[in-house]
């Protein structure tokens, strides 16, 4: 069974940078980030396919999120720039058997635990 490990939250203030890092126990798996804010819903936050070509977004993170992949370390980074507030939440890593990057949370079989990020001065 695919293993994920996320590390890389803590607490950052305002305008502050983090690198979330995901460590996959096995190879070749589309992967994606998800966060969950305190009595909001989940939302994907960005993905990656297998290879590591395409990425995508949610509209809320865009030009300030950047996600990124060493295959050969089986690793996938979230680099988090000029965090917000509102970015505070447990950010999970997420993959799937699909080869593509996907934006929908069904499209996620595995799971990490996820990391806390919290943003406030």
């Known amino acids: 069974q695919l293993q994920l490990v996320e590390s890389g939250g803590g607490l950052v203030q305002p305008g502050g940078s983090l690198r979330l890092s995901c460590a996959f126990s096995?190879?070749?798996?589309?992967s994606g980030w998800i966060r969950q804010a305190p009595g909001k819903e989940r939302e994907v936050v960005s993905c990656?396919?297998?290879?590591?070509?395409?990425?995508n977004y949610a509209d809320s993170v865009k030009g300030r999120f950047t996600v990124s992949r060493d295959n050969a370390k089986n690793i996938v980074y979230l680099q988090m720039n000029s965090l917000k507030p509102e970015d505070t939440a447990v950010y999970f890593c997420?993959?799937?058997?699909?080869?593509?990057?996907?934006?929908?949370?069904?499209?996620?079989?595995?799971w990490g635990r996820g990391t806390q990020v919290t943003v406030s001065s």
């Open positions: 997420a993959a799937t058997a699909s080869p593509l990057c996907r934006m929908d949370q069904p499209a996620f079989t595995f």
């Open positions: 096995e190879r070749n798996y589309a």
């Open positions: 990656i396919n297998r290879s590591g070509g395409i990425t």
